[in-house]
């Protein structure tokens, strides 16, 4: 069993910053991970990307976060942060963890259950 487990979502003013947290727990199973990312919901909107990052650094965000956000990865912990400053209102969306890897001899993609973030006006 994989399971993406995120924290660090809540409430914040405009111009702040939250930063989230998701780590990947494999129990039982041997998960590869080749890429992490972060993507968001809005209420009414489709799941977008956020940002992206493989086990190499290479790194890739959404032209609307680029140089507000920072996405980040500790390998040694499965883990992957985003790092969110300068925060606005039109950011407020559920955001989720995703990690892209094999499991096995197959390719496997997990999602984390998802992380409130509010940004107040």
């Known amino acids: 069993q994989v399971q993406l487990v995120e924290s660090g979502g809540g409430l914040v003013q405009a111009g702040g910053s939250l930063r989230l947290s998701c780590a990947a727990l494999?129990?039982?199973?041997?998960?590869?991970?080749?890429?992490m990312g972060w993507y968001r919901q809005a209420p009414g909107k489709l799941r977008e990307l956020v940002a992206t990052?493989?086990?190499?650094?290479?790194?890739n965000y959404a032209d609307s976060v680029r140089g507000r956000f920072t996405i980040s990865r500790d390998n040694a912990k499965n883990t992957v942060y985003l790092q969110m400053n300068s925060l606005k209102p039109e950011d407020t969306a559920v955001y989720y963890c995703?990690?892209?890897?094999?499991?096995?001899?197959?390719?496997?993609?997990?999602w984390g259950q998802g992380t409130q973030v509010t940004v107040s006006s």
């Open positions: 995703s990690a892209k890897g094999t499991l096995y001899s197959d390719s496997a993609y997990y």
């Open positions: 494999a129990s039982g199973v041997i998960f590869i991970i080749d890429a």
């Open positions: 990052i493989t086990s190499g650094g290479s790194t």
